[in-house]
Each structure stands twice: as structure tokens, then as C-alpha cells.
């Protein structure tokens, strides 16, 4: 079995911690190879016991801030009964809950295969295990990842247990347990089956139960989204422990809950209704909130914030989402080995626990010379680069442009609002080796809307312009919608530095990709006029095409890309090297038309566009180091010549003086037909 861990094993360290009476308790660790645990005044708060040995992990005790143990282990009753823990009844008839009374062995194994300790200085832990679930000698039947993350007690000792168990079958599995007394063959103690509660015996003549219906009786096989377990201790304390069944489970909160009152034993029992079949390979997940109150806060209290854990989020996992939503991990790498052909920087310990430092060209958002500098790779420079990613550019640390700024392609995300960003924030500190590996579980209160619902996926722009980067059928997928005040829009194409598509009206609706996890395409809002190859600056060698630097976008995208890249002569890292066409970026500000900047054969260009009436668009170019002519190729069937402050058009090429270069506008008529 492998054992990680973020401090040597029986390391502790200490801190006041005052809880909301005055009173103060010092605060430990306690490791093992097979525990970790936390202490309050030398007493233990919580334990996790992952001993190899013993086959199920379980935590006892679970325990007040004041040290009454709440849990009860192995009672003479039902000594297979382990505190808080996790076990299935029946897998394809195969029993994995009782235990022979001699030997302590069940008949289905539930073997650990890996743990992964982290405790943080704040006295939050994450525990993450590998586990496998078989007959004696056989392969594994199912397998599990469990990720468990404790929260540090608040300042009236209460703490949380987030549990997510993520499932995969490695055969077809029937899951079952004892029949309920409606069945054939039921019995009256039947139902039973994945996590459970279990304390001591003689709680139930003074603890009583309690539901989010406020009801406590007649709770055994009722529909609820939690249960708790409240009364008074040895030590006079009124405890509370509260099991809540997750909103993101398959029944959205609501689940059956076993209560058994004269053992005081209670579960969430995801199989009282019946069995479940499994496919091979098929996954599912269970996600549930245990909660320890060392003082009960009020029956009314203690309702409304358990019932409050239904409008949380799980900040890591919706940050990998938006992630993938978004089309980041097709630039950026997440894996610690890096990825051949990502052209953004790495994500894997690019920010951790504590501040790391990168150096970066900071550019001047004019198009001027840009200067290099260190700086921290903290929250504060995560957000400033998705809200402005051209501001600092990373440099690459390896491989042939060791030394050189990663491409200045990617948008500013100017909708994504708060807690977006601290989610995909929260996943980034995730990527990283202990002990700098951030909480693999962060909940937090949904954000609403600023108008109270779910966030609208229709980009407005009202009177400053808006920049998005998003998936448009048949465009590349790099490509950049712009939207002008007035419902002016258009897509400007970093492959090739032109624009492809102009529109009138509304501007995005990017809800397509974002119900298709990223691999769907968004809309336009009006209807496109197709202007791709309608002007088209010149290299020395013709057109510029950067289409090699798209990103998948789809799986016919990815067999077309993979063609493409299989007849490419020459390697991905040697096409963007000295001399070669370079996309600059853009800079907007304000109620002023964005600027886009590019270079091409030495020559740097900056242009804008402008619409000064109905299907009349205006380019503007400022150019600089230009000693001969700079030339366009123009096709009058996507856009009619009708004034060029500067140059001659001839068989489809615009050319312009050296001379005149500095500073030019081109109009054109938009052909709709």
C-alpha cells in the first residue's frame, strides 16, 4: 500500500485557537503511517484510521472540541459497526458488511490500495484513498477514489466532513442488500447499505433525531436531504452530528435515510428502495456533508444552515469544468510531465499553496516595447490574467524558445465574475505535488446572477466593446469575436490577421459550448456576412496562414487536425521561430475600437475597424518598420473597393507605399449577396 503524505509521520504543529465562549484550545496534529488525526488540548477532535490491516477505513472518534467522543467502534451488537465509514452489503451476492464474530474477515474484501495525506496549517485535511473491492484472492469487482475533505473547527468547534466517492464497476455488478419487509422474504431490519453513522447505544434513551421537514419521528426509510443526531454529552456539551445527503448525487438531496433509534445508528441508504445494476466500466459518484456541532446551535439555526448546503458549489470541480468549458486545457497542460504541442504555459504547480515567482514580458498595451520582470504567481495574478491575459506574458522555461514569451493568443474573459475565477483557481492549486497541493474540495454558497438567476450564456455589449473567444462553426477556432456599441460585430482571425465574418444585432450566445463541456459550438447572434479572403495582409511568401496553432475544438476537428499535422514537414516548435509571421495580441479600452497587432516580414501593424454606416466597414493601419511596400490581397466578391486614403489596387493586390505606410485607411462595401 503507498503512503504520501505533506509532513513526516507524528509531526504536529500547534495554535491558539479561541472558540466563541473566550475559551482557548491549542490545536495539533497526530500522524501514523495508518492515521491522522487532530487534537484540541491533547484530546482527539477527529481520527481517520486507514489501516491496511483492518480493510474498511473508518474515522472514530469523532469528537467534540472539548473531546466527547460521539462515535462508537466495534460494539458488541455488531462489531463489524465502525464508527463513521463506508460499506456495501451485497455485491453480485457477495457480503461485504458482516464480519465474522472470530476472525473479524467478511467474505467480499474491501481492500485500501493507496492513502494521501494533507494537512494544512489551518487545520483543514485532505485525505484521498484508492480502494478495491473483491472476493478473497480475485480481481477487483469495483473500484473507489474517496476524497475526504475536513474542515478546520470553526470558533464554536464545529467542523465538516465533505465525502465523495467516485465508483467504477470492473464487471456488470448487481449492488444489494436486505430485503426491506415489503419485498419477498424482507425483514424489518432490512435496507442497509453505504455510509454510516453509528454511536453509542445508550444515546438513544436521551439524543433524539431530526429532519429537514422539522420532523422527528418516523424518519426510517423516509425521504429526506439530512438527518441529525443532537443531545447532551458527559460533559454537559448539547452536540449535534448531521449526515446531508448531496444535491449532486443521482437523486438531487433527496434519499431515504435508515434511522435505527435504539441503536443509535443512522445512513443515508442509497440502496433502501432496491438494488442497482451496474455496467462494466460504467461510474457513478456519492457525495455526502457529515457536520459536528460541539454546541447545537438551535433547532431553527441548525435547520437553516443545513438546509443551506443545498445552494453550495464544490469550487474545484466547477473550475475543472469551466476549464474544460472554456477550451483552456487545449492550450495548457495539466499533466506534471507537460504535454507536447500545448502552446500555453503548464498548469501543473504553476500556483500552490504558498507564492511562487515567473518571469514575464509585461507588455504596454500600445503596442510598444515591452520589458521583462519577475513577478508572483498568486490569486491576484491568476485573475489578472484571465480578465487581461495580454498584460504579462509567461516565459517559456524549456525547449527550443526557452527564454521567449508563450503567444499572446489568448482573450480576456471579462464575463466570468467572481467565484468563477476563485474556482478555477481553486483547481489550479490542486495541480501540484504535496505539500504545496491545495484542498481537493472547496464548498461554498452558490452565486446567483446579479439579476437573481442562473447567469444568461448571451454576451451583451452595451457602450464599451466586448472581446470573446469562442468555438464558431467552420471558423478557426482561435478566432476573436468582437463586438462594437450599436450591434457592430465582427471575428478577426489571428491565423491569418483578417477579419472572416461581420454581423448585425445581437453579439454571442455561448450556451452551445457550455452544455457541450466545451466541444460545442456557440452562436451569432444575426446574420453573418462571410468576408474571409476579402482582405488579406501579405508576406513575402503570399497570405499568412497560422491555422497549425488551432486547438481541437471537436473529434472531427481533431481527425482533420491530426491529418494535417501527420503531412507537416516540419516540427510544431520550429513554425513560430525568428522571421515568422507573429500575432501581437490586441489591446481594448474603453468606447474605443479594439486594436489588433501583428508583425509580418519586420513590419509591425496595428489596425482597427470601424462601421461608419449600413454595410460600410473602415480599416485603420498604423505600420512601422515598413522599407518597402505593404501589400493586401483584396477580393472585391466578399468586399467592394470604395476608398483607400493611401495606395493602388491592381489584379486583386492593394499596394501601399513604404512612404505612406505609417498611417492608412481602407473603406470597403460589404457584399451581402
Request: with cysteine.
Amino acid at each position: 500500500m503507498k503512503f504520501l503524505s505533506s509532513k513526516l509521520f507524528g509531526a504536529t504543529c500547534t495554535l491558539l485557537f479561541l472558540t466563541e465562549g473566550s475559551q482557548s484550545v491549542e490545536l495539533s496534529w497526530e500522524r501514523e503511517s495508518d492515521f491522522v488525526a487532530l487534537r484540541a488540548d491533547g484530546e482527539t477532535v477527529w481520527k481517520h484510521v486507514h489501516r491496511s490491516s483492518e480493510g474498511k477505513p473508518y474515522f472514530h472518534p469523532l469528537a467534540t472540541i472539548q473531546g466527547s467522543v460521539l462515535t462508537d467502534l466495534r460494539p458488541e451488537d455488531h462489531p463489524w459497526h465502525r464508527a463513521l465509514w463506508f460499506s456495501w452489503k451485497f455485491i453480485n451476492g457477495v457480503n461485504y458488511w458482516e464480519e465474522d464474530r472470530k476472525t473479524g474477515e467478511s467474505a467480499g474484501k474491501t481492500e485500501i490500495r493507496s492513502v494521501e495525506v494533507r494537512t494544512g496549517a489551518d487545520f483543514s485535511a485532505d485525505i484521498s484513498m484508492t480502494i478495491g473491492y473483491h472476493e478473497d484472492g480475485q480481481p477487483d469487482v469495483l473500484t473507489e477514489t474517496r476524497v475526504l475533505t475536513i474542515s478546520p473547527p470553526d470558533k464554536a468547534g464545529s467542523y465538516t466532513i465533505d465525502w465523495h466517492s467516485q465508483f467504477t464497476a470492473q464487471r456488470d455488478l448487481v449492488l444489494d442488500r436486505t430485503p426491506i419487509p415489503s419485498e419477498p422474504e424482507g425483514k424489518s431490519f432490512g435496507g442497509y447499505a453505504g455510509l454510516s453513522f453509528r454511536s453509542s447505544s445508550a444515546r438513544s434513551e436521551t439524543w433524539s433525531f431530526l429532519n429537514n421537514e422539522g420532523r422527528q419521528d418516523g424518519l426510517h426509510g423516509r425521504e429526506s436531504s439530512w438527518v441529525a443526531f443532537s443531545g447532551p454529552t458527559e460533559k454537559g456539551e448539547e452536540a449535534v452530528v448531521s449526515i446531508l445527503n448531496s444535491p449532486l448525487n443521482d437523486n438531487q438531496s433527496m434519499v431515504k435515510y435508515y434511522v435505527a433509534t435504539r441503536m443509535s445508528y443512522l445512513s443515508p441508504a442509497v440502496l433502501f428502495d432496491g438494488p442497482r445494476s451496474i455496467q462494466s466500466g460504467e461510474t457513478f459518484a456519492l457525495r455526502y456533508r457529515i457536520r459536528v456541532d460541539s454546541q447545537s446551535p438551535g433547532t431553527e439555526r441548525l435547520k437553516a444552515r443545513n438546509d443551506s448546503y443545498r445552494d453550495t458549489i464544490e469550487l474545484v470541480a466547477q473550475g475543472e469544468a469551466l476549464s474544460h468549458r472554456f477550451g483552456c486545457l487545449e492550450c495548457h497542460s495539466v499533466d506534471k510531465a507537460g504535454e507536447a504541442g500545448k502552446i500555453g504555459p503548464g498548469w501543473y504547480g504553476l500556483i500552490g499553496q504558498k507564492g511562487k515567482e515567473r518571469e514575464v514580458q509585461a507588455n504596454t498595451g500600445d503596442g510598444g516595447p515591452a520589458t521583462r520582470r519577475r513577478v508572483a504567481i498568486d490569486e491576484q495574478y491568476i485573475k489578472a490574467a484571465i480578465l487581461d491575459p495580454l498584460q504579462h506574458l509567461v516565459l517559456q522555461e524549456s525547449g527550443e524558445m526557452k527564454g521567449q514569451p508563450f503567444p499572446a493568443i489568448m482573450p480576456p474573459y471579462p464575463h466570468l465574475e467572481g467565484q468563477s475565477i476563485d474556482a478555477i483557481i481553486a483547481y489550479l492549486k490542486t495541480l501540484n505535488d504535496l505539500p504545496e497541493r491545495g484542498p481537493t474540495q472547496i464548498y461554498a454558497p452558490k452565486e446567483k446572477s446579479k439579476e437573481g438567476g442562473e447567469p444568461s450564456h448571451v454576451v451583451e455589449v452595451f457602450d464599451s466593446p466586448r472581446i470573446q473567444r469562442v468555438a464558431l462553426e467552420g471558423l478557426s477556432t482561435r478566432s476573436i469575436s468582437v463586438g462594437l456599441p450599436g450591434g457592430k460585430n465582427y471575428v478577426f482571425d489571428p491565423a491569418t490577421f483578417s477579419v472572416s465574418r461581420v454581423w448585425f444585432g445581437g453579439f454571442i450566445d455561448n450556451g452551445y459550448e457550455r452544455h457541450a463541456r466545451g466541444n460545442g459550438f456557440n452562436k451569432i447572434l444575426g446574420e453573418a456576412i462571410n468576408t474571409e479572403g476579402g482582405l488579406l495582409p501579405l508576406s513575402s511568401l503570399g497570405p499568412v496562414d497560422l491555422h497549425y496553432k488551432d486547438y481541437p475544438n471537436s473529434n472531427e476537428f481533431r481527425k482533420e487536425a491530426f491529418k494535417k499535422e501527420m503531412a507537416e514537414e516540419k516540427p510544431y516548435p520550429k513554425r513560430g521561430l525568428e522571421g515568422a509571421p507573429r500575432f501581437g495580441g490586441y489591446q481594448v479600452l474603453p468606447k474605443k475600437e479594439p486594436t489588433f497587432f501583428f508583425e509580418i516580414d519586420g513590419v509591425r501593424y496595428r489596425q482597427s475597424l470601424a462601421f461608419p454606416s449600413a454595410n460600410i466597414i473602415r480599416y485603420h493601419f498604423e505600420t512601422e518598420g515598413a522599407t518597402g511596400p505593404v501589400r493586401f490581397q483584396v477580393d472585391e466578391t466578399a468586399l467592394r473597393a470604395v476608398e483607400f486614403s493611401a495606395g493602388e489596387l491592381a489584379e486583386g493586390v492593394l499596394s501601399i507605399p513604404a512612404s505612406e505606410a505609417q498611417s492608412f485607411t481602407l473603406t470597403f462595401e460589404l457584399q451581402t449577396s
